[in-house]
């Protein structure tokens, strides 16, 4: 079984169906969104769209702050949604939440467990939800290393002796945008499959 796990989406939408066909995704792999999938980049509706119709056994969102916000009810000081976006939700046929359906969302805190690993959207998240699962395994994360976006491949990094993996390769500062394949069968994560694609062109600041 193999698991496909993406970072830092953010309304990508060409460069996320290149990055899904240069990975071979089939419906029967499962595709772990690790927050922000939509937002402030380019194509949010097209990005929300093709989520809202995958089959609901084989997608999983991890919240990051877009997530989030769906549930603020518009609170200023929590919601992160910008207000172009507030359009194209209205768009669906079901509650903002209910846009991912919620057996495929996961809390920020709780994160998500795989047999071979553990994903969070980002450290702070991690931090406080991680000492509920094996320490052993090598954690995935959504963010960028050290807010560093001038890292365009995944980070490897091991501190007391913990794994981890910065997935977020900068595609909405015109960067990559990465995927993380995980057989199930293999515990090594250095031999893990990790497929990028450029980024079309930096988008940060031109959607807000």
Known sequence: MRTIIIAGVNGCFVELKQLLKKCNYVQEDTLVFLGNVANDGPEPYHTL??????????????????????KCEDDPIECYILPRLQKILEKFPSTTIGLFHLDNLRNSFDGFELQNCVMFADTEH????????????????????????????PVYTIKNGRKSIYLNTNCINGGKLTALLVESSEPNWYNWGVVSVPALKNYLGSYL
């Open 126 to 153: 991690m931090e406080k939800g991680l000492q509920k699962y094996d320490m052993k395994k090598p954690v995935i994360l959504g963010e960028n290393y050290k807010d560093n976006t001038g890292v365009n491949k």
């Open 49 to 70: 769209n093709f989520i809202y119709h995958l089959t609901h056994n084989n997608f999983v969102i991890i919240e990051g702050e877009f997530e989030k916000s769906l």
